[in-house]
């Protein structure tokens, strides 16, 4: 049976953020993940863990910025990531340091780093280079610290201009680095939406050990994984039968309650 993981940045928003980890404790949840920590301080998110019984296994790098107060608001300033920008090498290096910060204090054992929007008039090709030099610095800085460094191929229609879209082009650059750290994130909604045939993608992939987190979700509308076009029961089995052991994060938005719509976990397994 798959190990869920809470999302809090997408689940549990009727409730104000800091509050999130003891309703997911409530729910049963023993681990969690979210997109960015950056607006708490990390010993206090340590303690939340510790006083609820959590372990972090997941969050995302600074998604740009070129000091902690601008990474802190990068996200709402609509940047992506800057793993292919050339010219934001020291963006990216610093935001890598203060996630690598973070998951020590949270003992969280991987960072997922952004690619970045393709610049206007960038070919994605072009940008190869600086994402394979910006990737084995990370691996390294990551290795030193015991952290494995997370790619994701996000849907082109929810960001469109996004470097990474699909699975091959993710497992061709962890490939290309070969650092035993550089790992792709499979978030199955994304792949559904840009790829399709999502249990051949897991039967191919899966099985390289290059897939360190899995991410699920309903497709079209990203709620929970009993609506949608995608047959989780049968996706779960598949996981299964494939041996996987890391985490599935729960990164959907929940129709209504959080709480509530966790009934899919019955009715799926
Ligand atoms: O799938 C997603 O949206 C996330 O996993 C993420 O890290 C960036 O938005
Ligand atoms: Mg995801």
Redesign the pocket.
Known sequence: MPRFAANLSLMYTELPFLARFAAAARDGFQAVEY?FPYAYPAEELAELLDKHGLQQVLF?APPGGRNLQEMALAWDAGMRGTLCLNGQEDSFRNGVWEALRYAQVLQCPRI?V?SGLIPNGAARYALRSRVLSNLRWAAQAAADVGVDIMI?P?NHR??PGYYLQTQDQAHSLAQTVAAPNLKV?M?L??CQITEGDVASKLRQYLPTGRVGHI?IAGVPERQEPDVGELNYRYLFSVIDALGYSGWVGC?YRPRQDTSQGLAWMATLL
């Open positions: 997109l995302n997922h952004m994701e996000i929810d960001m994130q978030d909604y994304h991410q990164e």
